[in-house]
């Protein structure tokens, strides 16, 4: 519909620019005509840079046939007055009260509209944060540290229920405390917040129900209201396994370089070894067996021979030989090294038994390297041992991972907690005769294998080592 306004003011502008910024569906105006005797008034102004008719007198719209509207905004009753009576009968005329009047109501219902969008988008953060199954756990606290929401992510860990946190301190909740966390191993966030009013960030470390230690990284948002802080948002994520492969990449890169360091120096003192072994062989030859010299040869040769079982074992830790892998049942490898340490283990008196798995799939390994790994535990085991104790090997598939498990169980001494964390290192040992490369080997072969190895172990109580082992179909040798 063509509309004509009268009063080129400020809301002749306004409503000038509205109506080029919206679209409208059920009533579509087009302005067309202006009216003011101030022809510099800024309504006036705009519509005729825009090239519509403007006049200082709206009695010419009155001429036009073109107008089904006219809206007085002058603000003037006797004008609105004046246009009802000229105004030709199918012409509808607004006055500035009317116009006025929808003008408020319009702009309440857009302000509640923006308030209820940006509520509604509170809400929804909210819900997402409190609600949904985000990874972190979420909890809002108070200043008087009691938890006023938890979201479901952090209820599941805790095994409690909603109503079980809400009104009770965060610190009892999460730390089973009965004051608030302090200290340098343990600083509260929400006192960091509450004293700098700016988000804060610490990692606190937790023990879970078996004493492993969990950690936590714990961002803190302060929540305001007027300047004022009334309470915060902590959102924690355990970032235990980042730390630990932080742990592991450390422990790979340390053992490379013991790796290529020993690598370097085996193969330097490989060759001498040689020209020793051989140079004392040919000369034992050239001597009569009763001589003294004879049995002196004989001790260079055997020292040089062990020297060479030691480089070699320090070159395999180096992972110098690569694995030439075949299609393997790995029971036949368990049943073969029992063989070979049943006897040394009936000399200490202990049983060494075995529970195989009868469905066991075939896998592709290096026999000698896993021959190896499986001679290394057993002998650790045996050592570990007193006479009496037992030894079990057994395997078995985890259809779930597709790994196949070795598991190595002995009745042992234990390996202490402290221990744990160091026996794979090379050149670590307790043992006086001892190299310490055992489970360094281990560990390098199992894991050139794509396979695992994990330990527990109980003080006095015994060990028990567990191998696992991808199961692999059809690969090629030396993959
Ligand atoms: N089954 C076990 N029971 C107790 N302790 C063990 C066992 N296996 C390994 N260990 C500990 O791990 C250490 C490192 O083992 P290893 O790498 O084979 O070196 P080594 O046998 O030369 O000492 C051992 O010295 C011992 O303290
Ligand atoms: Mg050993």
Redesign the pocket.
Known sequence: MNVAIVGGGSRCLYLLNFIEQHTFQVFVPKIVAVADTDPNAVGFVKAKNQGLFVTEDYNDFFDREDIGLIIELAGNLDIYNDIIGKKGKTVRAIAHTTALFFWEIARIARKEQDANLKLNEAKTLYDVMINELIEEDVMVIGTDYRITDVNDTMLNKLGLKREETIGHFCYEITHHRDTPCSGEKHPCPLVQSLKTHKPSKTTHIHLDKNGNELYYSISCYPIKKKGEVTGVIEISSDITKDIKRQKNMMQQEKLMSIGRLSAGIAHEINNPLTTIMTSSMLLQEDTDPDDPIYSELETISKEALRCRTIVKSLLDFARQSRPVKKSLNLNQIVMDTLFLVQKQAGFNDIKITSNLSSNLPMTYVDKDQIQQTLI??A???I???DPGGNIIFSTKINPKTDMIHID?I?T????SKE?LD???D?F????E??????????HGIIEQHGGKIK?D?TIGK??H?TIMMPVRHGEKNGE
């Open positions: 290394n535990l002998l650790n085991a050592e570990a041992t190595i002995d042992g001494c234990g390996i221990n160091k026996i794979f090379p670590f040992t307790t043992r005769t001892g190299t310490g490369l055992g489970l360094a080997i281990t330990v172990s015994g060990t080592f």
